[in-house]
């Protein structure tokens, strides 16, 4: 190994001396007793592509996200785990409506509703910490609406629906994950710094390559001494490799997915298996018949009048489905249902597309609607972009690029790899700019403070992008439902929204909560929704950037 002042590395010292200053580290407080200690700080290197600080966690954001501990908070689960019979059982898990049950029900009141949730030997739970999903559908109006679970953390959970449409309903209820699965993924999310690892390719002058592990920790590239060490030059973040044995730290080309690491006992495994995750509950309410009210003859629950615009306060659910379109609840969204209506809308406009691939599908979906949207081969790895589609008539210039590390992909260009805060750096934005960013997949396999890190460049970038052109319009996809492991599983989703959420909501930014849009329908849940959710996600992006 070369000597340990080769460009780019990083040493492991001790917590002192002159250097220190320069990483930053969060000390997060949970909800319970034990408390998460970060690794020791360690000094950035003099070598790294830039030396400047970062802003600090708790100027740079909001007040509720400085406190994860109620932000993040969820009821703890008694006892080690063990009895694979004491955690909660979706077969013996049961629920029925708090009041009698009547004939018809009126347009615009709500349902309400008790869970009681069991083991697998029928007894009742005497704590919380169940992960529910419920949900009401009229199948034959192609309808279905997310409800509330309050969890009253003694077994029982309060079920409500807002009854929104005229016709039958019927409830629908899922046990995600027991509270003893929840309490699995709380330690991992906790305990580990990272569960899954990437691969970074070193390339020499002669095109000599070599391989080592790398990730968003030092102490997870599963280096024994010296790490590279490479810094965002916008957000400050940071991402490690173990040296090569021969090449510089600066010879770094390529990027990929590695491994799942495991992190689960076998006990654990059986409480996250799939014969106990996700499952429907035995139906505990027999359809109900809704009727319009005697004053209003209609049959859908009337909806907001004001357009859509950024700022607009989240109401809870944020929608429903009717007839198979979105109907948001917080503002007077459009159905763009032809081809014709979405290239009105989109004329003279700049789309950035940045995120994940659930945020590609919405590029994809307008790349495949709209047939003179064409794409341009910029000869890039599709995965990770940057893609781009043009329609030269209207003057639409639509563009998705991947978020950067962490990412899991193929291999591919680190050169193509910009964070989102790089992105928002170099825009000049205006009223024809739309920035549209999602992310959350690929930030469940590390802690919490990860996430933190990365919101706190992307608010500073958004913040400077409004600052200096306040007509730009600023999108945030919300991270929609589908994992169920310990890797990806929709609890950690739930999380990282709230952080989302709590980062943003203070600023003049519009938010398309996928998680509301794709937890109402009876359709199979998956990371990505087929193409009814798509569309609908579109359509109401569509209508931030065309209200009327």
């Known amino acids: 190994m070369k000597s340990p002042s080769r460009e780019g590395m990083w040493e492991p010292q001790a917590p ?129 609406v997310p409800g509330d679970v309050k969890d009253l953390e003694n077994g029982t959970y309060l079920l409500t629906f807002p009854l929104l449409w005229a016709g039958r309903a019927r409830v629908q209820v899922r046990l995600i994950h027991s509270s003893e699965a929840v309490g699995v993924l709380r330690r991992i999310w906790r305990e580990n710094r990272a569960t899954v690892n990437f691969r970074g390719y ?26 590279c060490q490479y810094r965002d030059e916008v957000s400050g973040e940071l991402w490690f490799c173990a040296v090569p044995p021969t090449l510089p730290c600066s010879s770094l080309v390529g990027h990929s997915s590695g491994s799942y690491l495991k992190v689960t006992t076998r006990q654990e495994d059986q409480l996250l298996a799939w014969n106990v995750t996700d499952k429907l509950l035995p139906e505990g309410i027999s359809p109900i018949l809704i009727r319009p009210s005697a004053t209003e003859n209609i049959s859908v629950a009337l909806l907001p009048q004001q357009p859509c615009h ?78 781009m589609a043009v329609e030269t008539a209207r003057g639409i210039v639509l563009h998705w690029r991947a978020h950067g590390w962490p990412l899991r992909s193929s291999r591919t260009p680190v050169a193509s790899l910009h964070s989102v805060a790089k992105e928002l750096d170099g825009l000049a934005g205006g009223p024809r700019v739309v920035v549209v960013f999602g992310l959350g997949a690929h930030f469940t396999t590390f802690p919490p403070s990860i996430f933190v890190r990365r919101l706190v460049g992307i608010r500073e970038a958004v913040m400077a992008l409004l600052a200096r052109e306040p007509h730009t319009l600023v999108v945030i996809k919300l991270a929609n439902t589908g994992y169920k492991s310990v890797y990806g599983s929709d609890w950690f989703t739930l999380q990282v929204n709230r ?30 929704p087929k193409r009814l959710i798509v569309q609908n996600e579109v359509a109401v992006l569509l209508s931030f950037i065309c209200p009327s």
């Open 310 to 387: 950024p700022g607009l306060p989240s109401p809870k659910p944020s929608g429903f489905y009717y007839q198979n379109k979105w109907q948001s609840l917080a503002c007077s969204a459009r159905s763009f249902s032809s081809v014709d209506s979405i290239l009105s809308c989109l004329a003279g406009h700049v789309i950035h597309m940045m995120g994940d691939s659930t945020m590609r599908q919405w590029w994809e979906y307008l790349r495949d609607t709209v047939p003179s949207l064409k794409p341009i081969n910029l000869h890039s790895t599709y995965q990770v972009g940057p893609l």
């Open 16 to 144: 002192h001396g002159p250097l220190c200053s320069q990483m930053v580290y969060v000390k997060l407080s949970w909800p319970d007793a034990t408390v998460y200690r970060p690794p020791r700080p360690y000094p950035a290197s003099k070598n790294t592509f830039r030396t400047t600080e970062p802003p600090s966690f708790w100027t740079s954001l909001p007040r509720e996200l400085a406190n994860l501990t109620s932000l993040l908070y969820w009821p703890r689960t008694p006892g080690d785990g063990k009895d694979l019979l004491a955690s909660t059982s979706p077969q013996t898990s049961t629920y029925y409506l708090r009041d009698p049950t009547q004939a018809t029900y009126v347009l615009g009141d709500q349902l309400e509703a008790t869970l009681v949730a069991r083991d697998h030997r029928g007894r009742p739970k005497t704590h919380g910490g169940d992960l529910f999903q419920a949900r009401l559908l009229g199948p034959e109006l192609r309808a279905g």
């Open 202 to 227: 070193f390339r020499g002058l002669k095109g000599m390559e070599e391989v080592t592990i790398c990730n968003v920790d030092p102490h997870a590239t599963g280096a024994k001494g010296s790490t």
């Open 499 to 528: 952080l989302l959420r709590a980062a943003f909501n203070d600023l003049p930014v519009a938010f398309v909560d996928a998680w509301d849009m794709t937890s109402s329908l009876a359709v199979p849940d998956n990371i990505h």
